[in-house]
T-cell receptor, first 116, second 107 residues
C-alpha cells in the first residue's frame, strides 16, 4: 500500500523556537496534502490544504504566519510552526491524496510537538 | 458550516455487535470515510462509501444514506483490540473529520 512518511515523530522544543515537520509520499505522487492538528481525546482538525506549486489554503482561525506550509514537489510538504509556544503543543498529522487514486487519502504517522 | 456528528463514547462487550452512527451536513459530498485510530497513532482506513447502501468488509460494515446525511459503522464479533476511536470523515474538496467516537470493549 501507499506510504506517507512523516518526520519527526516527536519533538520537544523551547518556547520561541521554530519547528519544521516533513511529510513525504514515498511511492506515489501527491497533488494535494492536508495538515491536521489533534488535541488529546479530540478528533482531527483540518488546518490547511496544500497543492503542489501553489499557496496553501488555510482553514478559518488558523494563522498563516504561524503555521507555514510549503508544498514544493509532488512528494514533499512541510509544516513549520514558527515561534512555537506551549499552546502549540499538539499532535500534528499530514495526509496525502494520491493523484491517481482520488478517493484514497494516506496518513503520515504524526508528530507529537511539546513546547516547553 | 460543516457539521459531522458522532456519539462521543460507547462501550460494548467482547463478542458483541456495536453500531457507531454519523450524521453530517456539509457543503458538498464526494464520499464518506471511516477510520480507526489508537491513541498516539495515525488513523487507519476502514471503509469508503460514495453510493447509498451497505459495504461489508470482514467484521466491519459501513452504511450510507446520502438523502438522510447518515452513515454508520457496524463492528461484529468485537475483540478487545477494537477498543479505539472511530472517526467518520466526509470528503468535500477536502477531508473533514467528525467529532470521533471512543469505543471501549470490555471482556
Amino acid at each position: 500500500g501507499a506510504v506517507v512518511s512523516q518526520h519527526p515523530s516527536r519533538v520537544i522544543c523551547k518556547s520561541g523556537t521554530s519547528v519544521k515537520i516533513e511529510c513525504r509520499s514515498l511511492d506515489f505522487q501527491a497533488t494535494t496534502m492536508f495538515w491536521y492538528r489533534q488535541f488529546p481525546k479530540k478528533s482531527l482538525m483540518l488546518m490547511a490544504t496544500s497543492n503542489e506549486g501553489s499557496k496553501a489554503t488555510y482553514e478559518q482561525g488558523v494563522e498563516k504566519d504561524k503555521f507555514l506550509i510549503n508544498h514544493a514537489s509532488l512528494t514533499l510538504s512541510t509544516l513549520t510552526v514558527t515561534s512555537a509556544h506551549p499552546e502549540d503543543s499538539s499532535f500534528y498529522i499530514c495526509s496525502a491524496r494520491d493523484r491517481d487514486r482520488h478517493e484514497k487519502l494516506f496518513f503520515g504517522s504524526g508528530t507529537q510537538l511539546s513546547v516547553l | 458550516g460543516q457539521n459531522i456528528d458522532q456519539p462521543t463514547e460507547m462501550t460494548a462487550t467482547e463478542g458483541a455487535i456495536v453500531q457507531i452512527n454519523c450524521t453530517y451536513q456539509t457543503s458538498g459530498f464526494n464520499g464518506l470515510f471511516w477510520y480507526q485510530q489508537h491513541a498516539g497513532e495515525a488513523p487507519t482506513f476502514l471503509s469508503y462509501n460514495v453510493l447509498d447502501g451497505l459495504e461489508e468488509k470482514g467484521r466491519f460494515s459501513s452504511f450510507l444514506s446520502r438523502s438522510k446525511g447518515y452513515s454508520y459503522l457496524l463492528l461484529k464479533e468485537l475483540q478487545m483490540k477494537d477498543s479505539a476511536s472511530y472517526l467518520c470523515a466526509v470528503w468535500t474538496d477536502k477531508l473533514i473529520f467528525g467529532t470521533g467516537t471512543r469505543l471501549q470493549v470490555f471482556p
